[in-house]
């Protein structure tokens, strides 16, 4: 007997065993008819004794085929799970699932997928929204980008990407509308535009003081707030912003975006909010995974952008 024995030949062996029909077995491993007999027939060749009885299109194992089968389909089976185990091993090293609250990814990271993609194309990265308190290794995230507060836990690692800076926008169109009232004016002051248009607030815990640290730091008294101009989260008031409903204050990361895309148009110097900046965060574990360095130096690099 040939000590190796082809694993093509016990693997059909298996398959016809267990569907008891050569015709299937070719359908279920994708191969010719002839390809399933002719491994039956070389793997009972190098045995030297016959592993199947033939009645009529139907197979099935006789007495040394059922032993053979109880012997091998575990090890064939071990063979499997240990290649998939491999495989998705394998599969996991370009996959991060990266933490951010909503308004970040829709805001900061869906408009650079695709140039990180272009950097990147070997990383998958997948989007967690937990905007409370969250666990790494509980919740299986890898990143966290944090907008807020620097994570300060014994087995993270986290290190500043920004500052938070909060700057005043309006659509193209008001900003011309009151260049032309104005004039001879070339530039519009905050002060113009807050006299001027009414303002857009959003009144959830995470955004409602924005406009609080904005006019503190210009000196301004906080506007008033308008009906149907407060909104319970970011994007809501950056479309009514878009859509000339008035004048809005609101963290420069979140409409780079926009205003490179003429969509909004900064009026004045942003304004540092001493409150939270933007923070990279990761298992110090990872701090050895190549994919979580190379999305940590593109974040790094990213927000260094003006």
Known sequence: MNDRLPLKSIYAFITVAETGSMVEAAAKLNVSHSAISQAIKSLESQLNLP???????????????????RRV???????IQATQEIQAKESALNYLTVNMVNSMALHWWIPRVSEFQTIAPEIDVRISNLATEFNFERDGIDVAIIHGKPLQTTHSHCEKLGDDELILVCSPILHERLLKELKNKKTITPEQLLYTYPAIFVNNPRRQNDWQIWCDAYNFTLPNQHKNLTFSISIQATQAAIRHLGIFVTHKQYVRDDIKHGMLVPIGDAVKNPHQQFYFATPKANLKNKQV?????WLKTEFCKS
């Not at 389909?73 to 063979?79: G, L, V, W």
């Not at 360095?293 to 130096?297: G, T």
């Open 51 to 69: 592993l199947f009885n033939r009645i009529g299109r139907r197979v099935e194992l006789n007495a040394p085929g059922s032993h053979y089968y």
């Open 73 to 79: 389909s575990p090890a064939i089976t071990e063979i």
């Open 293 to 297: 360095l190379a999305l940590r130096d």
